[in-house]
C-alpha cells in the first residue's frame, strides 16, 4: 500500500452556548477567535486568531456518518489484510467515548466499534472465497498498568502477567501484548457481546475509583486472519483493527485534588505527554522515537509509524470556559496530521503453513524447469532428488571409469544435465576414492604385521605400495 497519511478530524460537542467566534468550515478549517485578556494589562501580547486545518469537521453529524467519514475505509482495508487505527483524543466530556462506543444503551446512537464489527461480519458472511478466523481483546492502560478487560474471572489460572512485545511471535513485526486474552468469535452478536463485557470492566473500575474511565487509555482490538479458500491450509494474512478510546488530555491543574488523583493526573498526563513526544518526534523525522518511554506508545507504535492505516478523531468543546483545553487539543491535532505510516501486508508465518507453502513452491517450479527445458531443446531434465538406488549405480559407475574402463564411452553416462546431478557424480568419485584408500591401508597393515612376525612379506609390501596408484583401485 506504501506511505499513508494519518487522518484527523474535529468533531465538536454539540452545546447550546457554543462560543460564536469558534468557527467550523466544511473545508475542514477550524478559526477561533479570542477576546484580549483584560487579565494580561493593558499591554497584552495574546495571540488572538488561531487557524487549524484538519482532514474533516464533524459538526452535528450522526454517528453513521462519523463512521462512513473515518472508519469506512480503514475497516475495508482491515478486511484485505491491511492494520487500522482510530483512536479519540480529547478533554474529559468532549465525546470520545461517545465517539468510540457511543451510547451503549441506544442502538442508533452506537458508536464505531459496534458499526466496525457490524461491517466486519457483513464482509465475511459475503465472502464465500475467503475463510475468515476472527478474535477480540479488550484492553486498559491504567496508571502505567495493563488490565485485561476480557480476562474470564471464573478461569482457575492465575492470569498472566501482561507483557508488551515490541515483535509479535506471528512473524508480523507488530507490537503484541503477551497473555492478552483473544477471544474467537462467529459473528456479530458473540463480538458485540465481549464488547460490553469490556465495557462494563471499564464501567465497574469507574464506579470503584471515581470515573475511572476517563483517566484510563482502552484499546479495543479486533483481530482477523483470513485465508483464500482454494489454499486454504497455506496461506494467511493478518490484520487487525484497533479502537482506542485515550485518557481525558486536561491538564493536571484541574483534576488534581488529593494524593490518588494527583498520582493518576501525573500518570495520565505522563502517558499524554510521551504520547506527543513521539508525535513530535516522528513528524520531526527524529531517528530516535521514544515509543518505549509508556506502556501507552509501545502499544500504539505501530498506529503511530509503523504497519498502520491510523485515524484519529479529536473532540472538542466549543465553549467558551474550555477553549484552552480545545486549542490544545487542535495543536496536538495539526502535529499527528503530520503523521505518515507505511500499511502493509502482513503473512502468518506458522511453520507448519509456511513448509506447505514452499512444497507447493518448489512442485511449482519444477514444472516451469522442465517447460522451459522443453522450449530449450533439453528433454527428459530430471530435477527430482536421486534414490538409494541411482546413487549406487552411480558409484559403480564411477568406480569403473577410474579404472580406466571403457575408453572414454563411461564418462558420457556420468550425469551432467542438472548441477545438483554433476554434484551427485562427484559424490560418487569420493565415496569410490575413499574405499579405496582405506582398503590399501588396511592391507599394509596386513602387510607390516607379515614383516614383523617373520619377514616374509617384504616383497609384497613394496609390490602393494607401489600398485597404489592404479593397481590399488583393482582390489576394490
Ligand atoms: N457528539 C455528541 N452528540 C451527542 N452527545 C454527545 C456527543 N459527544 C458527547 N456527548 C455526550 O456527552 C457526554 C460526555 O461524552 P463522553 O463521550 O463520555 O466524553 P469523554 O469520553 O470524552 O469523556 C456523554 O453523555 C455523551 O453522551
Ligand atoms: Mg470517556
Redesign the pocket.
Known sequence: MGKSAVKVFV?T??SAARYPDYKTYPDGSISIHLPKDSTHGIVNNQQEDFTFKVDGVLDNVSQETVYETVAQEIVEGVLQGYNGAIF?Y??????????VSG?VRNYSQRGLAPRALKQIFRDVDMRVDKIYRIRVSYLEVYNECLYDLLARSDSREEPQELVVLESSPDGSGMSMVRGLTCIPVSNEEEALAQFFIGERGRAVGGHVLNARS?RSHAIFTIHIESRTSEEASERALLSRLALV?LA?SERSKKSAVDGVLMKEAQFINKSLSFLEQVVTALSRGDSHVPFRQSKLTQVLRDALGGNCRTAMVA?VNGELMQLDETLSTLRFASRVRTLVTSPKLTESSDRDLLLRRYERQIAELKIELAMKDTLAGRSQVNYNDMTAEEQQNLVVLARRFLQGEGDGELINQLPTDTIRRVREAYRAMRTVFQSTRSDLLRQLDEARLQVAGGGRGVGMLGGGVGGMGVGGMGML
Not at 480529547?90 to 465517539?99: D, E, V
Open positions: 468533531r460537542r454539540p479519540s480529547g478533554q474529559t466530556g468532549s465525546g470520545k467515548t461517545f465517539t451510547d476517563s478510546d481525558g473532540t
